[in-house]
């Protein structure tokens, strides 16, 4: 069936004439008020004459149907799964009818605005003005508010729109968002030394299980053997070319499976050789996630990508170096990395001694090199989106704490090819933004998610939230603290784990999972989430939002990674080390696939939910701490600490390459 019919088959109809009139009223009404958050505070009227990046998003067509088309073909009982949309099909459903174009348009140029730029789908308006001119242009008062970390920005908690456009303008910003993405990364307070330095304390560059053996399979320590992959595992037997596992019995494998743990994997690597508890390197989490065997069959048929803000950047020869520290066969993909600037977003290959003072580029050396030590030779581009502070406003200087969101969604819903995987490891409390931006940049993700890319995002290290500081915004009372983007139900959300033997829950900071106010849960996950809710009782109870959208959906590794900061080594973690792993790992079950001919996984969470929980490990320890309490438990089955788990490769491309194992999409109950 053509697109186009599936779109009338659905409901939604494209306005593609011109609407009624609407009677030019130019009476103001307050269009949103937002509760500023305790985190900041206001220090004055800002100035009139600082400049602003504006941002006036439309109403887009038929809400709602995005969200119906990604469902439909993220459901593997689904006759349209895995019929990603194009970009030009995107628009086709949400472009906004011409004259709310038009009508925003006049009502700038009767302000006097005349530089404004519209983004390529018609979607959103951007332009520079005065402060002083947005006030008269928004009715409202913009004042200078500080966040506790030092930043500065000009906001206005209220902002008005005359009456005609109220149903033409959906948001505008910078107005009432308080959103300041944070790393979700957790220093190790170690020392930063070079690889011979950590040799010489005992800490294993390359482990136990590359240098031992008589056999010659890893009879020569892995430095030397740099030509071409790492040594294939004696007995793997790892899907190649779409092929998938021998069944047993006649039927694949079911779920719980375990990996080793201080046992084996394809029948020759000890795990407890590989893995020491405070320094995972690659070796350590190809195995245990059992990637480290698997080798590409179709690389150049997708890309993975990183998303870095706060004026991060992938250091090139940071990259090359822990490459060739660890995973020496790709060492070039430093050189290879593409560095993409949005927004005039940081690209400088020069360590500042203040970036080095900050530890800036540790968050962004620490994504790239563990989705493309995974991941490798799948090409990888890094975006590095403006708009983040610190930043003091000045008079000569715009506003430089633009919404990074909305600047990269903007640049990434343009292109014609986007990657498959797009790992992100930033965020921010939910409640830093407006109910308007959360839901207009969720509809973004969506809008991605369903053009074939697993959106896949860290869920933060503060648990439930920091202890002392979950009062809701409107000092309603204690609540637990919910973590946007991971909140938004069209990305995948990564917990953090730690250990080997086995794996639990990271207790050396708590890794963020919960519920969101903003979002309900999906129907993919309902029952799931439902079913872990009832086993909790009363606990909690008014804590949070029993409705909502639950996070994380998945887990990985997190805690004392392996990284390469202004050429020395040391190790950190976070769930900033969980979503560029899982991330990895998802990319080489898009590589079975699409050599497979079939297409790469897209939106993960409809299939992890009815068919892929199979092939992750349950994680049964731990809890994610918080607000003064234990927070909430791990436990048998999806949970709000570890989501389902963390993957099993093997099992994943299985699940993926054969469909549900029983031909039940039954899903799995949470807290059972």
Known sequence: MLFSQFVATLGFISITGALPSQKRSTTYVLKERHVVPRSWRKLGPASKR????????????????????????SDPTH?????HLSQEEI?????PPKESMDLVKSWLEEHGITNYVPNKSKTMIHCAIPIGKAETLLNTTYSTFKHEDGTEINRAPEWSLPEFLLDSVEIVQPTNSFFHPKQHLVSDNNAWHDAAWWKSEGQQVYPQAFAGTADGQYGQSYESNINGQPPPVQGAQVPQFGQS?????????????????????????DVSQVCQDQYVTPQCRRTLYGTIDYIPQAPNQQTVATTNYLN?????????????????DASNIGNEVNIVSIANGDVDQNISPQKIAESTNQEANL??????????????????TGGSPPFQPSAATPDNTNEPYLEWLDYMLALDQ??????????DEEMTVPRSYAERVCSGFAQLSARGVSLIVSTGDDGVGKDGQCIANDGSGDKFVAVFPASCPWVTGVGATSGFNPE??????????????????????????????????????????????????VAAHGDHDAVVFNGELSTIGGTSASAPTFAGVIALVNDALIAAGKPPLGFLNPWIYSVGYQGLTDIVSGSSSGCNTAGFPAQQGWDAVTGFGTPNFRQLVQLALNGPTDGSSALPRGGQ
């Open 91 to 95: 628009d086709e459903i949400v472009a």
């Open 312 to 328: 991060q950047t992938v250091i090139r020869s940071d990259i090359s170096q822990f490459m060739q520290t660890f995973r020496p």
């Open 418 to 427: 986007v990657p498959q995987v797009i790992s992100t490891s930033y965020g």
């Open 367 to 384: 994504d790239a090199g563990n989705i493309a030590s995974i991941a490798y030779p799948i090409p990888l581009t890094a975006y590095h």
């Open 50 to 73: 600082d400049t602003l990046n504006l941002k006036i998003g439309l109403v887009q067509q038929n809400p709602g149907a995005i969200e119906q088309h990604l469902m439909q073909i």
């Open 79 to 83: 006759e349209r799964y895995g019929k």
């Open 245 to 269: 596992q021998p069944q047993q019995n006649g039927q694949p494998s079911q779920g719980g499976f375990q990996p080793p743990q201080g046992g084996n994997v394809g029948g020759t690597i």
């Open 504 to 553: 639990v829950a990271v207790s050396r900071f708590a890794s963020g999972g919960g519920f969101s106010y903003y979002f309900d849960a999906p129907e993919y996950q309902k029952s799931t989430t439902q079913a872990y809710i009832q086993s909790l009782g009363s606990q909690y109870g008014g804590a949070y939002n029993p409705t909502g959208r639950g996070y994380p959906d």
